[in-house]
């Protein structure tokens, strides 16, 4: 039987996030696989405008005002090259 859960590694023990359907003591064979921490990733307490709102700085000016603007109500078209409604 195979099956993949989330653990932890701490002071020296895994600690399984979710319960594991196991008999005491049985032995098992561990495949790691790490994640990505994203702990850092959510140090950021902004709220998310004023991240997208600074990510947008760095953006130059002629490539912003290339972008479309109806970008949302026509999606279809410039995802999948649908003809554009309306």
């Known amino acids: 039987m195979s099956q993949h859960l989330r653990a932890i590694y701490e002071d020296g023990v895994f600690r399984p996030l979710e319960p594991v359907r196991l ?8 495949v790691l696989e790490t994640t990505e921490n994203v702990a850092s990733a959510t140090d950021d307490e902004r709220p998310i405008w004023e991240v997208a709102a600074a990510l947008a700085r760095d953006i130059p000016e002629d490539a912003l005002s290339s972008l479309p603007t109806d970008g949302a109500a026509q999606h279809d078209h410039y995802l999948y090259t649908a003809p554009k409604r309306g």
Request: hydrophobic share 40%; aromatic share 0%; net charge negative.
């Open 23 to 30: 008999a005491d003591h049985q032995e098992i064979t561990l």
